[in-house]
């Protein structure tokens, strides 16, 4: 009887494997097509400076020590801007707390995920490269 | 066969060449076709092996080499050609190096056993179905050999695996066998194949008499090709790559091929016994009826015989990989058990069920 029920579920099985020759194969070459991303996809930061208070709340709430580095300095009427600011891509783990934690909304996170690179400090980004990915990839769209 | 020879004397004797000559060379001449077809079967199965079981598992397979990735095998061997031969310290240098050819030389000499066609078969004598068995077991030794010469647990594992395997399923092999020449009162493949034929299409194969034999011997051929659910011998996640874990280069594609090929055979081998060979499933052969000429119709029947064959050698490689698709891979003793208690058991009532239908018929 035992038996009888390992020969049945046998058959079943090379069924369940032969149904799946006729359904859409799920590889997706690559480079040249590429994955649908949902809009809350957590890829690389994009950053607006003109927002930015230097509170330094995103980088009290990152739980990657180090990451995100804020030089803050006062203007002419008084109120503190981010001289310099940088987010360390090698050791962010695109959690996404800073863009959530941020009281003004002045960090964002676009869909770019091709990050590989040849070099360590390329991936640490600097304050241009954030803006220029804001007004690339924010404002465009 | 004996025109082809008159005209090849006749070649000869043009270029003053004796007799003899003809003679020792005439019989290698099909044996490089055959060779040669090796090669081609062998790239293309090992291709339709990745494409087949990347559609059963949902993926694309190797497509980036040529159009649909048709050139990914042939782009394999030129790497595997190029690498170089690895010969690791403290092996058995002789044995090492002869394991692959003792590996790969009978795949070879079983080819020119089956009958792709009324009369192309190159080793054909009253016993050959048993020859086929005989010297179907011998890559064995070589992987035996090539386990031992390895100077590596894993290889040795894999290898004794492997023959533990062999002597296990063997024996259920050889019954249906067995019940095959009862059914059809030869040994000769030949003579098997034409004993399938009759009034009705495909009503005559032995799969219908016999197909509890022809289940049994299936799943004695996957052990024998060492191939999934029975792949102990080479199981990845245990063993590296069993036997062969320390070739590389030539002699890594000698096991390679001879895996192939002998998946090739023991096909070509169980659609001659079972499912009629070369015998057309239609009940007549289309070139017959429609080529009016009579010499090129009789060609044409020939190669129509041997396309018979290519597919339903095909039909079964792709039902092999079905099965490897499906199945995970047993364990040692499950192995051995499945084979004594139910294989053999099963392969007996066979023979006993096909006698008693020779009987009554
Ligand atoms: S995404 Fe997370 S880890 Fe990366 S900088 Fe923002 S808070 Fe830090
Ligand atoms: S990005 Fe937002 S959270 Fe971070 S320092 Fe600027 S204002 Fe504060």
Redesign the interface.
Known sequence: MKNLKYLIS?II??L???K??F?????L?YPEKKIELNDKFRGEHAFDVEKCTACGTCQRVCPSFGTIEIEKEKDENGKFYPKNYSIDLNKCIFCGNCVQYCPFGAIKMTQNYELADEKKSTLKLEINTLKRNYFDNIIDK | MDYLYFLYLELLHKWNLPDYIAMVTFPIIPFCFVAAALIVVVIFLVLAERKILAFFTQRKGPNRVGPWGLFQTIADAIKLLCKENITPEGTDKFLFTLAPLLAFIPVLVVWGIIPFCNEFDIISFSINSLLFVVIAAIPILGILLAGYASNNKYSLIGSVRSVAQAISYELPLIFVLLSIVVLASSMNLKQIVLAQSSIYPFCGYFVFPAFLGFVVFFACGIAELNRCPFDLPEAESELVSGYNTEYSGMKFAFFFLAEYAMMFIMCAFIATLFLGGFLSPLGFYVGEKLIPNEFLANLSVYFEQAFWVFVKTFFLIFCMIWVRATLPRLKSHQLTAFAWKVLLPLSLLNLLIVCLIKAVL
């Open positions: 046998l099985g090379h369940t494997v032969f799946h020759i359904k859409k194969p799920v590889t070459e």
